[in-house]
Structures are given as structure tokens and as C-alpha cells.
């Protein structure tokens, strides 16, 4: 395990992360979009820093039955769903189906609750500054970058304080640019680059969403 974490929880590294997204994108017609729950403390900062908007893309990881940390795929709101091929052929159907049943029921839960009827703000030539508080696998940030292309956006820029350097890698072969503070070898994984790493609430979400729709920051 890493001897000195790099951040002390996902404010601070959310504050230093926005520092270096500030010095890299326009805020005219820019938006965060966190990845909730953990992604949202992290895009919150971000938002605050540059005086822009800031909302959610839900997405969820389709993990390996039995071994659901091993992520297969993801999926994100608006029907968008990558999966790794060669991981499928080993899941029966049957318990695919219960895989892909579970998480888009917990995706439509999650949407009604941090969105509250809102639609997803329109992204047609704008910045979007795709927000994480680290990049493991990718799989939910790559659904999360193939559902936002659906919606036309200028440029899209991925931001996270922490990421394993072949994920961040990968991830930039889909978007503009990708922002990541720390590519640490070995990885490990995100937690292990916080000191502390709770998990984030749906009720902290919505209140982080509602400060800064209210104009509250």
C-alpha cells in the first residue's frame, strides 16, 4: 500500500483538482457533470471554482456476478451501455439479466432522486468537464463520455484527482483532454490515494446539487 496519500479527503482534492482545470478550460459555456455519489464532492469543488453549473450523469458499474468490484461494463442514463466483450462470454444470461435489471433499477432511483424531475441540462456546444474522484477501470467514465457525445457537446474534458495511468490512457483516446493529478504505480486503487474516503450520500449529493442551482456558493 502507498506510504503518503496524496489527498485528505474528496474537498481538498476537488479544490486542487479545480486549480489545474481552471488553468485548462474556459468556463463560457462550460458545465460539470459528476459521476455521483463520489464523483459529486470532487465536481462541486470544480464548479465553485469556476463559477459554472454543475449536475450529475448517473451511471453504474455492471460488476462480474459474485465478484461485483470486477467491473464487465457500465451503464448511464439515456440508455448508453459499454461492456467488455471478452468478460461477457463468461456470464451466463440469465445471470446477466439480473445483473442488468439491479443496476437500472438503482440508475432510475438515482435519477429521480438527485434530479428531482429536472432533464439533464442541454450540452449541444458547450465544454463538459466529466468529473470522478478517481479513474480504476474507466468503465463507468467511458459510459459516462459515450452517453454525453450523444449529446453534441463542443469539447469534452475528463477531470480526476487520482487515476491508474493505462485507464487515463484509454480514456483520452475518446475525449479532448483528460486531467488527472496523480497516475500512481502501482494503482491500487482509488481509496488508497485518500486519507479519508467515506462514502458519499444521496443526501449529500442533493444538498451540493441545490447549492449550487440556488446560487448559494
Known sequence: MPQVKQFADRQEAGKRLAKVVAASVDPKAAVVLALPRG?????YEIAKTLAIPLDVLVVRKLGFPGHEEYAVGALAEGGTRVTNAELLERIPKRDWSQVLAKEQLELERRISTYREGREIP???GKTVILVDDGLATGATMLAAVK?????????V????????KDT???VLSEVDEVICLRMPEPFYGVGSWYRSFPQTSDEQVV????EVRSGVL
Open 39 to 43: 464523483g459529486v464532492p470532487v465536481g
Open 122 to 124: 442541454s450540452l449541444q
Open 147 to 155: 452517453a454525453v457525445k450523444q449529446k453534441r457537446p463542443r469539447r
Open 157 to 164: 474534458v475528463v477531470a480526476a484527482p487520482v487515476g491508474a
Open 168 to 170: 487515463c490512457q484509454q
Open 207 to 210: 444538498s451540493m446539487l441545490d
